[in-house]
């Protein structure tokens, strides 16, 4: 197993690549804006853990952020476009991000992938124009 942070949060990004179809984009990145692409996902390092299990190893726990974007019905280019379709779009990304996260619970570089904790929302600001965000933390396990 490889203990890079970095191979692993690319690797969750490119996946959400493949199977977040309701996502306009993916990020493996924190961007400097969405050019108004929305919903958005980002894959953010969140911080480690590396407590030594032998003399050879560790068992590390690299922490991720999921960041979904949403962009407000305030925002939004089409005047048709509601705040329930906002929620819905947002909703829609976090359950095909859910499916992921089962799917995958074991990979070439994690030994197991789980929820750190519940997610969380807030509203952001972003190149002028305002997301929901829902921050959803992942514990990835890999022995290094």
């Given amino acids: 197993m490889s ?4 191979a692993v949060r690319r690797q969750l990004a490119a996946l959400l690549t493949v199977n977040v179809s309701a996502a306009q984009v993916v990020y493996n ?11 958005a996902v980002v894959v953010g390092s969140g911080g480690s853990e590396r407590p030594r299990l032998t003399f050879e190893g560790c068992l590390a726990t690299f922490y991720l952020d999921v960041d979904v974007f949403t962009l407000t019905a305030e925002a939004a280019v089409s005047p048709t476009y509601t705040p329930t379709d906002s929620e819905d779009a947002g909703d829609l ?15 070439t ?5 789980d929820y750190a904790s519940r ?8 190149d002028g124009l305002e997301y929901k965000r829902e921050r959803i933390p992942l514990a990835l396990q890999v022995y290094a």
């Fill in 109 to 113: 570089l994690w030994n197991k992938i």
């Fill in 93 to 107: 990304v976090e359950q095909q991000i859910a499916q992921v996260i089962e799917d995958n619970q074991k990979s």
């Fill in 29 to 39: 990145h924190r961007p400097g804006d969405f050019g108004g692409q929305s919903p």
């Fill in 119 to 126: 997610s969380t929302t807030s509203f952001v600001g972003v």
């Fill in 3 to 6: 203990s890079s942070r970095s």
